[in-house]
């Protein structure tokens, strides 16, 4: 892909900030990431961070680290893939050693504590308002309302998270394919991979499916035996010479970016399922399977903002709190960075001033 000029620079300096001011866990990170790249600095659509979002969810590892990385790519490249993680996650290592030292040597501090009672208001308020615009995007119809609400209930009384998102996809793809119920996820992906579903195109016009896919890449990784190198012939010989969904010279990128990676050489795979991403979408089973995920990832987001809101808003000061970060978020367009920072003064003010 081309690099926006000066995407690098603004890469690192996007990520560095976010991974500096990245309180909240998983869901506030991909709520700060939406309002800088897709609010802000309109690097993507909603739609496309959505679909992000939801496959990032499917694939083990931290969701929003996985984000940092695709976002990085989208902006500048594979260097922008590289830099996007390192300075996300670079700023957190250095602010958890420094305060385990500070732990350590000085024992817990009521500082950090005021500081965080004023900034997790702010957080929850931040996720709101990012849920809320990236539902009018991932809510079509009735049975996305149904399928969100569902997911939700699920979520709070404890079931696995990556069953309830590939449960949500499944339903809304199998709805909309009118396909009969008893239709099991295997068959779907069959049907998904067959000739005669209607799919996106490659430039070279070979047909790209999500069940073509998986079953690829299923095959592969039962049959490969070997030093990751040998998933190099494998590849070649189904992703550009069988199937022709990639050039030699796309192969050659991917397996540049599984080099200069830590990890095994393995993440070549991911890397390519990255770049079909946006054909999948075109394609109408993968794309409602998609919806069916994004829709499932939103109501996974609000049952975890439930649950931190239930341990953070404790007060008439954290109510207030709250009230005014929407309000802002929402009048004012106010950058999320500067809200955190004003949560955090007001829960060292409260605590140490008003509060003592």
Partial sequence: MTSAPGGLGEVARLFLK?????????????ALMREEVVRRRRWLSDERFLDLVGMASLIPGPTSTELSIYLGYVRAG???????GSCFIGPAVVIVLALAWLYVRYGATPAAASALYGITPVIIAIVAHAMWGLGRTAVKGPLSVLVGLGVLALALT???VLVLLVAGGVVVMLRQARAPRAVGLVAALTALGGAGAASGQTAAGATVTLGTLFLTFLKIGAVLYGSGYVLLAFLR?????????????????????????PGPVFTTATFIGYVLLPRLRRAPWAGTFLDGV????????????WQLARAAIVDGFTVALLILSGAALLAARVNSAWLIVGGAAAGLVYRFGWGA
Avoid: K
Wanted: zero cysteines.
């Fill in 294 to 305: 994004n829709v499932a990832a939103l109501a996974l987001m609000a049952a975890v903002t």
């Fill in 18 to 30: 976010l991974g500096v001011i990245g309180f909240g866990g998983p869901a506030a990170h991909i």
């Fill in 158 to 160: 404890g079931v696995n």
């Fill in 78 to 84: 594979w260097p922008g893939l590289l830099v996007g």
């Fill in 237 to 261: 010989d189904d992703l550009v010479e069988r199937l022709g969904w990639l050039t030699d010279r796309q192969l050659l990128d991917a397996v540049a970016v599984g080099q200069f990676t």
